[in-house]
C-alpha cells in the first residue's frame, strides 16, 4: 500500500487542523491506520491509531481530547483532526499502515509509511 499525507501548514496556537492520508494499491480495510510525528532533533513519536473498522482509537497522552483520528474506507482516508493545537505540536506528521492486530498501545510496528506534511504551530 502506498500512502501520501496532506493537510499541513501554518497556524496559530489555540488553531484547529485536518490532515488527511490517501491509500492507494490495496484497500486500506485490511489496515490498522496510525498518525506518528517527528519535531525538529527528536525522534518520530506515535499519536494515534485506529481500528481496521474505526470501532476503536488510541491517542498519545498529550493529544487525548484535542485530536481525532477517523477513517472512511470506502473512499481509502485516514484522517486526523488537530484543535487546540500548541506550538509543541509543531513536527512533520506521518501516517502509516499495519498489518498486524490493533492493541490499545504504542509501540507497534507499522508496516507502511507515507511521506510527512509539516505543521507548525506558532505561539
Known amino acids: 500500500v502506498q500512502l501520501q499525507a496532506s493537510g499541513g501548514g501554518l497556524v496559530q496556537a489555540g488553531d484547529s487542523l485536518k490532515l488527511s492520508c490517501a491509500a492507494s494499491g490495496r484497500t486500506l480495510s485490511s489496515y490498522v491506520m496510525g498518525w506518528f510525528r517527528q519535531a525538529p532533533g527528536k525522534g518520530r513519536e506515535f499519536v494515534a491509531s485506529i481500528h481496521r473498522t474505526g470501532v476503536r482509537k488510541y491517542y498519545k497522552d498529550s493529544v487525548q481530547g484535542r485530536f481525532i483520528i477517523s477513517r472512511d474506507n470506502a473512499r481509502n482516508m485516514v484522517y486526523l483532526e488537530m484543535n487546540s493545537l500548541k506550538p509543541e505540536d509543531t513536527a512533520v506528521y506521518y501516517c502509516?499502515?499495519?498489518?498486524?492486530?490493533?492493541?490499545?498501545?504504542?509501540?507497534?510496528?507499522?508496516?507502511?509509511w507515507g511521506q510527512g506534511t509539516q505543521v507548525t504551530v506558532s505561539s
Open positions: 502509516a499502515a499495519r498489518e498486524g492486530s490493533f492493541y490499545y498501545a504504542e509501540g507497534l510496528k507499522f508496516d507502511y
